[in-house]
């Protein structure tokens, strides 16, 4: 049985300020610039560093493409690669769910950001019935397994869940609804997962409690203030990724803006 309190132990009241956040957003995107250019070996002593691979799931405007906006933006795009998923095509699903992954997961030295992931077999594919309940059962094992292999391999692993509230989400959608220039972002897909979200809420906090593992542990990240989330995952992916480096045997030079709490 899964621990059905994860999400409510995440606290929405986290803020931040725009002013605070530009700040400490700039800080932090030079920062992740020198550890991504020690990882590639175009500074230091010239060894590659570990894959990074960078995993979003959260709820429909949640606020996940602004997160990852700001996370590479201070990036040359050359050093990194940002993927989405939809829908697997005919041919994919020909194959296990893993499959059409596993071309865009980065090597040495190497950045990936997944928008959306092999998580919708336990999320989207269990509610709207697209896996069989023994299908999405299977999932979670294999899901673990496969990720134990990267992390063994020397992946750095790291795992987004943008949580807000029923009522926050409501509100964005209204607004994605009333502006002409984003509301293409807005489908009818996204009322009817909506209206399943209790269906979500218990198939997420499944999800967080059995592949929350010791080599890639969930990060549950209030997204009700996108000014702190946009932070908070920019911190989360510095601190991982100075870890990994360590790790390795690669020297990080301290930084002054390099304080990302506990």
Known sequence: MADMDKLDQVDLSLKMSAAQSEERVAALQRRLLHLRLLAGGLVGDGRLGPPLAILFEGWDAAGKGGAIKRLVSGLDPRHFRVQSYAAPTDREKRHHFLWR????????????????????????ERVEGFATEKEWKRAYGQIVAFERILVAEGTILVKFWL????????????????????????????????????????AVNEMVDRTDHKGAPWDLIAAESK????????????????????NCGIQVPTSKGADYGA
């Not at 071309?103 to 336990?122: E, I, K, Q, S």
């Open 227 to 246: 000014h702190y989330a946009r932070v908070a995952v920019l911190e989360t992916v510095c601190r991982r990724l100075e870890k990994g480096l360590v």
């Open 163 to 202: 949580h807000i509230s029923s009522k926050e989400q409501l509100a964005r959608f209204e607004r994605r609804r009333d502006d002409p220039l984003r509301r293409w972002k807005l489908t009818d897909e996204d009322w009817r997962n909506r209206d399943k979200r209790d269906a979500y809420v218990d």
């Open 101 to 124: 992954f596993d071309p865009n997961l980065p090597g040495w030295g190497g950045m990936a950001l997944f928008d959306r992931t092999w998580y919708g077999r336990v999320l989207v």
